[in-house]
C-alpha cells in the first residue's frame, strides 16, 4: 500500500496527469507484488458485470446526447439523431 502512495505522490510532484499517475502507480504495483494478470482480467471483467457500475456510463452519454439536441434545436430528424450518437455533426 505504501508503494503505491508512494509512487503516486512522486509522479504527481513531477507535474504527470493524475490519471497517468494512477496506472502507472497501479501497474508497479502488480509487478511488484507478481500478481498474474490473468486474475486482474477477470477482476476487471467481474466489475463490469454489475449494472450499476454498466448505467454511470449511459447515464452520462444521454446527458450529453441531450445537451446537444438542445445546442442544434430539436428540427433534427431521427437520422441525424443517431448521427450526433456516433458522435457525427448533425447535417441540417
Known amino acids: 500500500m505504501a508503494l503505491i502512495l508512494l509512487l503516486f505522490i512522486f509522479l504527481l510532484i513531477f507535474g504527470t496527469p493524475i490519471v497517468f499517475s494512477l496506472g502507472v502507480a497501479a501497474s508497479f504495483t502488480l509487478v511488484a507484488y507478481d500478481v498474474p494478470l ?3 482480467a477477470q477482476k476487471i471483467y467481474g466489475g463490469l458485470d454489475k ?11 444521454t446527458g450529453i446526447i441531450l445537451l446537444t439536441q438542445q445546442k442544434l434545436g430539436t ?11 456516433f458522435f457525427l455533426m448533425c447535417q441540417f
Open 75 to 85: 428540427h433534427c430528424s431521427q437520422f441525424n439523431f443517431f448521427q450526433i450518437i
Open 38 to 40: 490473468a486474475l486482474v
Open 51 to 61: 449494472f450499476t457500475i454498466m448505467a454511470i456510463p449511459f447515464f452520462i452519454l
